[in-house]
């Protein structure tokens, strides 16, 4: 069963937020085998997405999006997920909403 974590990510600056990542025992969930990935969309049926860059180490996972990605972005309200992978294993980790908010200074 996923995490809930809902984002607030400024438009037009660099997005970085790190994540706890614990096994079932509450131990730091060990990286070796597995690899993250991330995207956000406006809604679940939306065919378009943003990319999520995801960094997984022991016990960390880092997601992060740079400040060209996020002026992409319109404002406003999207879902995301973030899943693990490991050979032939495929969980969602964490998902939510992230609310994109809108840059004044260009």
């Known amino acids: 069963m996923s995490s809930k974590l809902n984002l607030v990510i400024e438009q037009g600056t660099d997005f970085y937020q790190n994540i706890i990542v614990e096994d079932d025992n ?3 969930l060990s990286a070796n085998g597995y690899s993250a990935n ?3 969309r406006k809604s679940f049926q939306a065919t378009s ?3 999520i860059d995801c960094t997984l180490s022991t016990g ?3 997601i992060e999006m740079n400040a060209a990605t996020t002026s992409a972005i319109p404002a406003g309200r999207y879902v995301y997920d973030i899943k693990l992978e490991k050979t032939g294993e495929t969980v969602r980790l964490i998902e939510g909403v992230a609310t994109v908010t809108p840059a ?3």
């Open 26 to 28: 509450n131990d730091p």
């Open 38 to 40: 991330g995207s956000m």
């Open 49 to 51: 997405s943003f990319p």
């Open 60 to 62: 960390n996972l880092s």
């Open 104 to 106: 004044v200074t260009r």
